[in-house]
């Protein structure tokens, strides 16, 4: 923000753990949080406490498992949920945001990247929001990832590889 004379100061949400809990990452084992929590497997998030969520994959999401989101209080404004990187059919969808709706809560079906993405931002703007996310079973790894990982795609060159 601007504070004058020049002056310009930057702040990165997640690494403040008073403006709430913040997925920093997330794997095929779970989810790793700004508070350095790590949560193992599926997780229910929200702006100040997570918890194992008890689904074993997204064939488990139905009304019993989110059975939970809808008796809250106070009420959640809009309920992120994260599929992991499954194709999110209609029918899926539907089934799910009619059940919640009937609770008057807004949802928002997505695959896991978007939603930790998404939960971050509604959490901090201050809103009343919960995330019920599983894991991926696979990680899209960008180049810059592969990289720091030591397994960069240039090294696939002849000239950068070992020969």
Known sequence: SYEGDGKTTVQILNREVENGLMINGFSQIGFRLNNRMNIIGPMAIFPRIAMSWNVGSFEDINEKSLSLFTILEPKIDILVLGVGDEKITP?????????????????????????????????????????????????????????????????????????
């Open 91 to 163: 029918q899926f969808s539907k089934r799910i945001v009619d059940f919640i709706r009937l609770s008057r809560i807004n949802v928002d079906v997505l695959n896991t990247e978007q939603a930790c993405s998404t939960f971050n931002f509604l959490n901090s703007e201050g809103r009343v929001v919960a995330g019920a996310l599983i894991p991926p079973r696979t990680i899209r790894m960008s180049d810059h990832d592969r990289f720091i990982s030591g397994k960069s795609a240039l090294s696939k060159l002849s000239y950068l590889g070992d020969n």
